[in-house]
């Protein structure tokens, strides 16, 4: 039997996914980030970060009928492209058309010329 001075050892080879404490007073934490929208399709991530940026430049803008219509649109596409599910292809499609109305619009607007990018690659064109 080891005295009160001895200390035990022991050795720990790999751990994952799980949380551990040692010690008096210690405390663990597990965090589960699967499934989360961090772990989005790259592309749809940029095309998240291309939408927000238009949504902030339309601001700037006076408002109008045409610049209500996309903000609705790019709205309704950030809720959807923030999530950690794929994003509808109904949903880039309806997108593409607000986009294509708005016209002149985006023409001032380079952030809209970045939507227009990431919106053709998750469309595959």
Do not use: C, K, W
């Amino acid at each position: 039997m080891a005295s009160s001075d001895e200390q035990g050892s022991f050795r720990i080879g790999s751990i994952s996914g799980s949380a551990v404490n040692f010690g008096q007073g210690g405390t663990a934490h597990n965090v589960n980030n699967y499934g989360s929208a961090a772990a989005a399709d790259p592309a749809q991530a940029e095309l998240l970060r291309a939408v927000r940026e238009l949504r902030a430049d339309l601001e700037r803008l006076r408002p109008s009928e045409q610049t209500a219509a996309l903000d609705a649109e790019l709205a309704g596409a950030e809720d959807e492209l923030a999530s950690a599910e794929p994003v509808q292809e109904s949903r880039l499609v309806r997108l593409r058309e607000a986009l294509t109305g708005a016209g002149p619009v985006l023409d001032l607007l380079a952030s809209g010329a970045a939507v227009t990018t990431a919106l053709a690659q998750l469309l595959g064109g």
